[in-house]
């Protein structure tokens, strides 16, 4: 069991996060309830300023909950992972700054992006590839037993890296099953734990042909709701001709060309919006008066998803059998899918045991859309640790945005020298 006797030690890797507040408040009211006696915080980050100011706002909130949990700040990724029982990845190699340089990248080449998105999830990738190949190295010398989250975007593929590189208890996390299954409840005003959503596929694209509360699918008369009309950023049409609850990521697919106008005649991108609303978030945190996580951290996008990491953390450590939707390996769970493959399903998760349930296949012809993203995702892992450009191109020309082979080549030669800084002497290679 990955956990000492006296308690919970929880690294965060990109401690500094905006997000970190959230996670450590919902740490210590489950430590005050006896549900996860969390002993340690470490925070890991690699802007000490930025750390020193989100430390002072989880301490606040620790003393207002009234936990007994000791928060460490580091900038030292050794320190932090030493004898860690669990371990969240949420650092953003390059920051903002590069997931700016993305999507002017994706604006280039008139691309639908977002975070996981074209030009960005490549880009992420790119970076983040090489911190994950030291972070597996670490972590089975200091925290070989830990279960690691994965929250860094992309992180469906991510997960799937960390999985290749020997970090088997790698678990992928989202905050979008999180939502919808808030959103399912409230609509029919019942407990989330009572909503059960058949979805499978991978990480920002799965598909669900079944929503059960109790024995009775509600399937159709949630997607003719007046609430799904804001929740789901379909076209009527979209919904009429796939009857499923579509992942809201599968707009950038099913209404490419209209997102990519949009984002050619936006004033900022969302890279530079959401840099502006972390500044004013961190002086926000920084108020010595705030000893809570503000109501602005909802307009940052990403909120919640610590609520996935203390579900999983208190089934993981025997506090009963839960049912969770994660990223984990599909090991025949999805059929058409590769076994290796890290796909997004409901698990079974108790005592050190994630258990993903089988699926049906997705259906057809959506089944498309995700076997070509499934084959993204792996040319993607496989590109990165063989340091193979032509490797990339081929990922580039499996993603159904990305329109031929000389975009295909372009795109990936500009990420490349964007990202010398972070992925060192990588010569373009002649395509096979």
């Not at 909950?65 to 029982?85: H, K, P, W």
């Not at 972070?135 to 999985?163: C, M």
């Not at 909120?303 to 984990?328: D, E, T």
């Not at 079974?348 to 045991?353: A, G, I, L, T």
């Amino acid at each position: 069991m990955a956990e000492t006797a006296d308690g919970v030690k929880l690294a965060v890797i990109g401690g500094g996060s905006v997000f970190t507040p959230e996670l450590v408040d919902l740490l210590a009211r489950r430590a005050v309830s006896g549900e996860i006696p969390t002993r340690e915080v470490v925070l890991c980050d690699v802007d000490q300023a930025r750390l020193g100011v989100v430390a002072g706002l989880a301490r606040r909130i620790i003393d207002r909950v009234g936990a007994e949990i000791r928060v460490t700040e580091t900038t030292e990724r050794r320190r932090a992972l030493d004898g860690a029982s669990y371990v969240l990845l949420q650092l953003r190699a390059g920051g903002q700054r590069m997931r700016i340089v993305d999507e002017h990248l994706g604006l280039k080449y008139r691309l639908p992006f977002a975070e996981t998105i074209s030009t960005c999830a490549f880009g992420a990738m790119l970076r983040t590839a090489p911190v994950y190949e030291q972070l597996a190295v670490e972590l089975r010398e200091l925290a070989p037993d830990a279960w690691v989250f994965s929250f860094a975007n992309p992180a469906g593929i991510l997960t799937q890296y960390l999985q290749t590189l020997g970090v088997t208890r790698a678990i992928g996390l989202c905050n979008i099953p999180v939502i919808t299954l808030g959103w399912v409840a409230q609509e029919y005003q019942v407990d989330v734990d009572d909503v059960f959503i058949a979805s499978r596929g991978l990480n920002h694209l799965t598909v669900a042909d079944h929503v059960f509360l109790g024995r009775d699918d509600v399937l159709t008369q949630l997607l003719a709701s007046r609430s799904a009309s804001t929740q789901l950023p379909f076209d009527r049409e979209v919904t009429e001709t796939f009857p499923y609850l579509l992942n809201p990521y599968f707009q950038y697919v099913l209404h490419s060309e209209v997102i990519r106008e949009r984002l050619q005649q936006q004033e900022k991108t969302r890279g530079e919006r959401v840099l502006e609303l972390e500044g004013e978030l961190l002086a926000e945190y920084g108020r010595e008066n705030i000893v809570g996580v503000p109501d602005m951290l909802i307009e940052r996008g990403g909120y919640r998803y610590s609520l996935a990491v203390v579900g999983l953390i208190g089934a993981l450590r025997g506090n009963g059998r839960s049912l969770q939707y994660v990223n984990v390996r599909n090991g025949g769970a999805v059929p058409g899918l590769g076994e290796d493959t890290v796909v997004e399903v409901p698990a079974y998760v108790e005592r050190d045991q994630v258990t993903a349930l089988s699926c049906s296949a997705v259906p057809a012809p959506l089944d498309a859309i995700v076997v070509a993203y499934a084959r993204q995702q792996e040319l993607l892992c496989e590109g990165v640790a063989g340091r193979s450009t032509a490797t990339l191109v081929r990922a580039a020309v499996a993603n159904p945005l990305i329109r031929g082979f000389e975009m295909a080549t372009a795109v990936v030669g500009d990420l490349i020298e964007a990202n010398r800084d972070f992925i060192g002497d990588w010569s373009p290679q002649e395509v096979a």
